[in-house]
């Protein structure tokens, strides 16, 4: 089984939101796959954003039992892929941490054509349910392609 883990800054909105909608995707595929979210910057224990909960759930996720965290050297170590929402984000789990890690910008999974393809995925922490929705089916279209990704070494 793959394990893929999603990082952003506080864990509660756009990794939770990968996170919930990769577990949705993957079992209506019916891929085995063990996904978690984290945090560079992530103070333990904090629901996902209100928002963050109404788009899953709109998207047929749920994030009512989410509980930010902060990332971990272990759930590192243990991912197979890590995906980070901005290139800064790439950068330093690439710098800080010292070491080679399987880590790639989210949107570099989308086809080299796509208008989104290496964009960051902007942080909608703040903003309205416009910004969440656009977040969300950004996110939706890259999961796809992580799960299309990972099928194929299955």
Known sequence: M???????TGNTCRSPLAEALT??????????????????????GT??????????ARRGADLTEHRSRRLELAALADADLVLTMTPGQLGALRTELGRELNVALLTDLLPADHDRHGDPVSDPFGGGEEEYEEVARLLGECVEHVLDRLAEFE
């Open 47 to 56: 629901p996902a954003s209100p928002l963050s909960v109404d788009a899953a």
């Open 23 to 44: 577990r949705v995707e993957a079992e209506r595929r019916n891929i085995d796959v063990n996904v978690s979210s984290a945090g560079i910057y992530a103070t333990d």
């Open 2 to 8: 793959r394990t893929v883990l999603f990082v952003c």
